[in-house]
């Protein structure tokens, strides 16, 4: 059972749009969200997050939007730059054992930004 | 501060042997996650250990299995290789709930 769901496994952009990336969830008790970045043969590095008593956070270029009734969250990219052609991963926490939280991460979204 | 290392990088490994990998946090770190990362498959987690003891641990046969050391370094142990276990390991550090930072993985190969 896929907790934490991008069903995009890719997508195109050119450069200077906006990238959209979409994530789903299920399980009520994530109440933080994360977005990585991945390059081949690297481990993924952070992103941007988001609380679950926030809607909107954003960073540079970077914006995440909740919207918990829909239990859905995007990544906004703009303007797209080439260097942003990537693996996307977005990670939910939520309570694991002994009292700790764990996170739990989507397949995956590549992003191509088209110079 | 130096980031979280792994080692080695790349193994080749025989169905059957088993094999050990290694993982040192960010200074100061105290827990230390395990994923796997396979082809279309994303990461999956492996298990968490926080001051030397396992506090989470993912859906995988008892043939993983991990500790982790008095200075946070942790390894992980695949038993009886199979051909499934080719993968990217990951190996993550964090100090509170809001990030965790990862290293740059093993590339295990299973022939």
């Known amino acids: 059972d896929q907790q934490v769901k991008q069903n995009s496994p890719s997508l195109s952009v050119q450069e200077g749009r906006i990238s959209i990336l979409n994530c789903d969830y299920t399980n009520s008790m994530f109440d933080y969200f994360l977005w990585y970045k991945k390059y081949p043969a690297e481990g993924p590095t952070f992103l941007i997050s988001i609380s679950s008593i926030k809607d909107k956070n954003e960073d540079g270029r970077f914006t995440v939007f909740l919207n918990k009734s829909a239990k859905h969250l995007s990544l906004h990219i703009v303007p797209s730059q080439p260097g942003d052609s990537a693996v996307y991963f977005c990670a939910a926490s939520g309570p694991g054992g002994a009292g700790s939280y764990q996170l739990t991460f989507g397949k995956g979204t590549k992003l191509s930004v088209i110079p | 501060k130096a980031g979280v290392t792994q080692t080695p990088r790349y193994l080749i490994k025989t169905r059957g042997q088993q094999v050990t990998l290694s993982c040192s946090p960010i200074?100061?770190?105290?827990?230390v996650s395990w994923y796997q990362q396979t082809p279309g498959q994303g990461l999956q987690f492996l298990f968490e250990y926080f001051s030397e003891t396992q506090r989470n641990k993912g859906n995988f046969p008892g043939r993983f299995s991990g500790r982790q050391f008095s200075n946070s370094r942790s390894e992980m142990n695949v038993s009886t290789l199979e051909l499934g276990d080719s993968a990217l390991y990951l190996c993550?550090?964090?100090?509170?709930?809001?990030?965790?930072?990862f290293g740059p993985g093993t590339r295990l190969t299973v022939t």
């Open positions: 993550a550090s964090s100090s509170d709930r809001t990030k965790q930072y």
């Open positions: 200074s100061g770190h105290r827990s």
